[in-house]
């Protein structure tokens, strides 16, 4: 297959390359500025792209199966500080990538979308999501040492999700553990729909390896179109 990647440098997003690879797939890989990638290895492409800008994003889908979005505001797996400034300062970045992506396949409907969004709308009772539970999600950020300004950044990326909820295009939301982090590709992960996954030691975890993993499992076979899932040990 041909996947598109946005976000192609990032934690998630890299490994998401490698694992399509890795598996015999081609690979659009997608930054905001490919200019200065040093890319040797077969069977990828990388290109330029604004993904807040629907025309951009249009312009590379020809020829793309699924695109996979790994968008967020900067660029964490460098500046994770830059990221969270980001992405506190402007909470609704998520709703404006969200109506991009969407503009952009009215004109590809047959090509598919996986978002990589966030795990605050996971729900931690039924009905609950854990970004509407203020001391639930201000001890999972104290114990991520995030601040817990960035409460607003994770409605934020639940406001995105609710965007795609509404669209009848074929997109499906990804929401990783509270915890991810780079680690090890073990292949063995539990697979849920919009609620959190605990270990029995009560965390919610998986590595940025085993999220790439599940992204391309999805994408060789479609399980969650126009749905939310998750992943958790």
Do not use: C
């Not at 290895?41 to 312009?59: G, Q």
């Not at 699924?66 to 500046?79: C, E, M, R, T, Y």
């Not at 969270?84 to 998520?94: L, M």
């Amino acid at each position: 297959m041909h996947i598109g990647v946005i976000g192609a440098t990032g934690t998630i997003g890299s490994r998401v390359v490698t694992e399509a690879l890795g598996r015999g797939h081609h690979v659009t890989a997608l930054s905001r500025d490919a200019s200065q990638i040093d890319e040797s290895r077969a069977n990828v492409t990388w290109k330029s792209v604004d993904v807040l800008d629907p025309a951009s994003v249009s312009a590379v889908l020809p020829g793309l199966d699924v695109l996979i979005s790994g968008f967020q505001p900067g660029n964490a797996a460098k500046d994770l500080a830059d990221t969270v400034r980001r992405s506190i300062a402007d909470p609704t970045v998520h709703t404006t990538a969200a109506r991009a992506l969407i503009k952009a396949l009215e004109s590809h409907p047959r090509t598919r979308l996986i978002v990589i969004g966030g795990a605050g709308s996971l729900e931690t009772a039924p009905g609950v999501a854990l970004v509407d539970d203020v001391e639930r999600i201000h001890e999972t950020l104290d114990q991520l040492g995030l601040p817990r300004a960035y409460a607003a950044a994770a409605r934020g990326a639940r406001d995105g999700l609710n965007v795609f909820r509404t669209s009848n295009r074929l997109w499906t939301y990804f929401s990783p553990a509270e915890e991810i982090a780079p680690g090890e590709r073990t292949g063995r992960f539990r697979v849920g729909g919009d609620q959190v996954l605990r270990d029995a030691d009560g965390r919610n975890r998986v590595s940025a390896e085993d999220a790439a993993v599940a992204l391309i499992d999805e994408v060789e076979l479609p399980r969650f179109v126009q749905r939310r899932f998750t992943i958790g040990y």
